[in-house]
């Protein structure tokens, strides 16, 4: 194996990585309108386990993305140019969101006062919809292939990028990030909030079936390649899994199907893809692959190097973190809120 | 204005936004992981209440850094795709490290730190912020080493098949003395503004102290007992520390910018030129400190205060025979290398940022100095003007930051990558070839929304980080977390921290 096809599946563990961590982190903000209902100062506490049970760990899962897109640049510039400067304006909207949502979740409890956490809390909810919707749409777009010219330029325009097949797609992540974050709820809580997650994810398991199924299929049928009917076959069997596990309550099981769907379907996508990397809908001879779009071999051999000797490390301290804060949380356990009161001197 | 106009300014605006925030983290976290030290090893209460009180603004501070960080990462695929595909094989490699090196690091061990307090043992939970501290010091320099690439590039060759510049060693690029000048010039601005920053809000603290103490005194004398314990146990060592800090720093800026002027004057000649507007080649010319006039013409430029001596100084390190060259002569040498084209920088910006940066250091040395002075021999000082100098310094070395990154960054306009003089002469490009083909308004609309975004959160920030000093060490941190055994599970126990 080539170091192009190494990177083309670093960069894609990467983003399994990503989707994987940060889709339950998502699915966690985008259940506080439900799960976390309400204003009185139980629905705050509420609130609060939710966005506790993701509290040591989501900015360490965010990282995934800032390495994935460093990646993307040292092993693949073109790849990456043509990407961010062709999905201009969805990018916009992402960061934009990721930008909000990393400011809510962390000043959120530092004043005591409904109409600040409110704030916050809307900032927590924008910040995870918006990018479990267009992560979905963009990767979509980037199988199907965009309009990208002999330049190496994207010259489709915005509602370009919103094609049935990528909106399917945003269904999908959508769907199977709050699937996801519902039975991370349930696996990290105990008491109420865990017995309304895991109703939530009863009623969230068979739509999200439904839709991504489609999407899988999709893929398969008119992307797909021989041996990714297998990937559709894991995708489909762990959420049928997730269907059976949620009416029985096993989160723990649950969660590590919902994980499989997850990285099944993500790895779909890149198998899909192989081995291009951004195909061209005008030609298929100025599709970006992984022959045109990658670093020279010695910057290939040097990340190579880099990433063979972090990642273990990385995934060490990672795990090791998710162990000590492996507690469920309760309602309980949340203290009384020391944030400042908004009069007070 | 055109696409090229607009993302100078949108990528000049965030990342200035971005380095108001930086620096403080760099400089916050080692100085707060030393706090948390102080008190693991003497076991001494006030260096707990400290270490909380600064940690909470630590943490306000670092998730707007974040925030604004994420931005930086896609900005140069989304705005300057160009650029990134010219330079992508070596740029990309810092970056990518700084990702897997630095990022993972300070963002899970921070992670730790915040809700570990009881969790963790106490020397593992000092450890984790530690680690916190080298990871925003290794992402500076990954980053820096990133950023001087583009100033003097080195450890790569260019490639006339596929028209990029590839990285032909790491070693090169890691060690470019470019980086090695620069890393250290930035780690000891964040150190100064961190060390002004806690500095003076010591200082603030003392003064309001004992001024209160004093005019309870007769009424509450408990109360007055308390606020000048305050003052004299945990606000004076704070400031001490700050200002020990401060001085170290400060002489690491002083040092480590001379070495860096004399490798500008070296390898982007216009830069310095410009930044004295210096508009002809001449031997010891005199340093300027005042001028006025239309600096984008340097023969138009009156100067009203030269000093002699100090520019050959810092040029060559030496008071006389150093030769310099002005922007007219460098101008028409680029046109005759590169062809024709604009080669000058904006020398109002480069003139003024270059003096802005070096002068406000007046305010972190002025209450360094004064600093010391009143808290000299054990003493806690009450006098007002001290009080406020501290607050007005605090600001001092944000701006000297921002100020001296403006004058990097404009001073080597027009190019993106700068020609090294010494290195492989196709690794250039100027900003109008790295910028992407955008239609103006697409840029825009990102520039309108990033500028929003980022002006309401920056308020949000400051008033919080206000709030916070104002609030001063609060009473639920007075006493340092009790058993850190979480084996009882029979009575659910509170969480020491949680959103």
Redesign the interface.
């Known amino acids: 194996m080539g170091l192009q096809e190494i990177w083309f599946i670093l960069i894609a563990v990467l983003f399994t990585g990503y989707f994987v961590l940060e889709g339950f982190d998502f699915g966690v903000g985008m259940h506080f309108p439900v799960l976390g209902r309400g204003r009185t100062v139980e629905a705050d506490t509420r609130r609060r386990v939710l966005l506790n049970t993701i509290g040591p760990v989501w900015d360490g899962n965010e990282v995934w993305l800032i390495t994935a897109g460093g990646a993307l640049f040292a092993a693949f510039p073109e790849w990456y140019a043509t990407l961010f400067s062709g999905f201009y304006l969805p990018l916009l909207l992402i960061l934009l969101a990721l930008i909000v949502r990393v400011c809510a979740i962390e000043w959120r409890g530092k004043i005591d006062d409904p109409t600040w956490r409110r704030r916050c809390d809307w900032g927590i909810i924008f910040g995870s919809w918006v990018p479990a919707v267009l992560w979905g749409v963009a990767f979509a777009n980037i199988v199907r292939g965009v309009a990208i010219d002999a330049d190496k330029q994207y010259i489709g325009g915005f509602f370009d990028l919103l094609n049935p097949y990528a909106l399917l797609g945003g269904a999908t992540t959508a769907l199977v990030f709050a699937l996801h974050g519902a039975v991370f709820i349930a696996l990290k809580t105990e008491g109420q909030v865990r017995t309304d997650a895991v109703a939530m994810s009863r009623k969230l398991a068979v739509p999200a079936v439904l839709v991504a199924g489609a999407f899988v299929v999709w893929t398969q049928l008119a992307y797909g390649k021989g041996w990714t009917i297998a990937l559709v076959a894991v995708a489909g069997v762990s959420l049928l899994a997730v269907v059976a596990l949620t009416a029985a309550a096993r989160e723990g099981w649950a969660f590590v199907f919902t994980t499989v769907a997850i990285a099944a379907t993500s790895v779909l996508l890149f198998a899909s893809l192989f081995p291009n990397v951004m195909p061209s809908t005008l030609d298929p001879s100025w599709s970006l692959t992984i022959e045109n779009a990658s670093s020279s071999p010695y910057t290939l051999k040097v990340m190579t190097w880099a990433a063979a000797f972090m990642t273990p490390v990385v995934l060490a301290y990672q795990g090791w973190t998710y162990w000590v804060f492996r507690q469920r949380l309760s309602t309980d356990h949340i203290p009384h809120s020391i944030g400042l009161k908004i009069g007070s001197k | 204005m055109d696409v090229l106009d607009l993302s100078r300014w949108q990528f000049g605006i965030t990342t200035v936004y971005h380095f108001i925030l930086v620096p403080l983290t760099i400089g916050l976290a080692p100085l707060v992981a030393i706090m948390q030290t102080m008190w693991v090893v003497t076991g001494k209460d006030h260096w707990y209440r400290l270490t909380k009180f600064f940690g ?1 603004m630590f ?2 501070n ?3 850094g ?6 930086q ?2 900005q ?4 300057w ?2 650029y ?2 010219f ?7 810092p ?7 630095a ?3 300070e ?6 730190w ?3 307090w009881t ?2 043992p106490k020397l593992v939970h000092l450890a984790t912020i530690w680690l916190v501290a080298i990871g925003v010091n290794a992402s500076a320099f990954f980053i820096i080493a990133a950023n001087s690439f583009m100033q003097h590039p080195v450890g790569a060759t260019y ?1 006339p098949e596929t028209g ?1 510049a ?3 060693s ?1 070693w090169e690029l890691l060690t470019n003395n470019t980086a090695l000048a620069a890393f250290p010039h930035a780690v000891a601005g964040g150190f100064l503004t961190a060390a002004t920053f806690v500095a003076g809000i010591g200082g603030w603290w003392m003064v309001r102290n004992m001024r209160r103490a004093a005019e309870i005194r007769t009424s509450e004398p408990e109360e007055a007992q308390r606020l000048e314990n305050d003052a004299r146990g945990l606000f004076r060592p704070a400031t001490r520390l700050g200002l020990m800090v401060m001085i170290i720093s400060g002489i690491g800026l002083f040092v480590t910018g001379d070495v860096q002027a004399k490798l500008m004057f070296e390898q982007q000649p216009m830069k310095m030129a410009s930044a004295e507007s210096l508009c002809h080649t001449e031997t010891d010319p005199n340093f300027s400190i005042l001028t006025i006039g239309t600096h984008n013409d340097c023969d138009g430029v009156i100067h009203v205060l030269d000093v002699p001596f100090v520019l050959p100084f810092l040029a060559e390190g030496e008071f006389s025979g150093v030769t310099l060259q002005g922007v007219e002569d460098l101008q028409a040498q680029y046109e005759q290398e590169f062809g024709p084209g604009n080669y000058k920088p904006n020398l109002f910006v480069t003139y003024w940022s270059f003096r802005a940066m070096i002068g406000l250091a007046a305010g972190s040395a002025a209450l360094a100095l004064a600093g010391l002075w009143v808290t000299r021999g054990g003493r806690v000082p009450d006098q007002k003007w001290f009080s406020t100098l501290s607050l007005v310094a605090i600001p001092t070395p944000f701006l000297a930051n921002s100020a001296g990154w403006i004058f990097t960054e404009m001073g080597r306009q027009p190019w993106v990558v700068h020609p090294n003089p010494t290195g492989v002469d196709m690794i250039r490009l100027t900003v109008d070839q790295g910028v ?3 239609a103006a308004g ?1 840029v825009l ?2 520039l309108i ?2 500028t929003l ?1 980022y002006a309401a ?1 920056g308020v ?1 920030w400051f008033w ?1 980080i206000r ?2 000093a ?2 001063g060490p ?1 009473e ?1 941190d007075a006493q340092p977390p009790g058993s850190n055994d ?1 084996t009882d599970d029979t009575q ?8």
Request: proline share 1%.
């Open positions: 909470k943490l306000i670092f998730a707007l974040v925030a604004t960080g994420i931005v990462e896609f140069f695929g989304m705005n795709s160009e990134s595909r330079v992508g094989d070596v740029f990309g490699a970056l990518a490290l700084e990702g897997l090196v990022f993972f690091m963002s899970t061990f921070l992670g730790l915040i809700f570990g969790r963790l490639n990029r590839e990285l032909t790491i992407s083909d955008h697409t609309t990102s929304a990033f975004v959160l949000v919080l709030k916070y104002m609030e609060q639920h979480d659910p126990k509170q969480l020491s921290f949680a959103y």
